[in-house]
């Protein structure tokens, strides 16, 4: 991976993921799951909002959703998969700062009303990003269309 230049402008990185232990990868989901640390940066007020709608957040996707993966992957896990594994690639590759989930910090227990990811990148920019995840053909067509929805609806 050292042809990545993350200070290219213009150009699109493509990066190929292959899981091949969902066992320890839900076990390193979970371990960011229920990593709080972000809050610790609030003040107390906005710390004391967001521990209370992320708790319950992180209960359900830690309790319902990580907890009860096996070896079929199901679309509620795969899109925190997607998520996850975008994240973490673009911080191993292309040097981005990983954000909390959009789903700790909206306000539903689960699934959310704009971007599912989110990253810093190195030019301080914060680069929007959304899961889709499908086990029979490929989703990128949903994610397109959903994208698009939220750019328009100035959600970006």
Known sequence: MSDFDPSA????FSIAIE?????????????????????????????MGYEARSRRTRDKIT????????????????????????????????????????????????GNPGFDFHT??????IAFGEAKYSGVKNAHGRALSQIRDFIAEEKD
């Open 63 to 110: 309790n319902e959703i990580l907890n009860n993966v096996e070896s079929e992957i199901s679309e509620d896990f795969g899109e925190y998969l997607v998520s996850d594994v975008a994240q973490t690639s673009l911080k191993l590759h292309l040097a981005h700062i990983r954000l909390p989930l959009a789903e700790f910090i909206k306000e539903k227990i689960s």
């Open 19 to 47: 899981i091949s232990n969902l066992e320890q990868r839900v076990k390193e989901m979970m371990a960011v799951a229920l990593d709080t640390s972000w809050l610790d940066e609030l003040d107390v007020i906005d710390r």
């Open 9 to 12: 402008k213009g150009k699109i």
């Open 120 to 125: 810093e990148s190195p030019a301080a920019l």
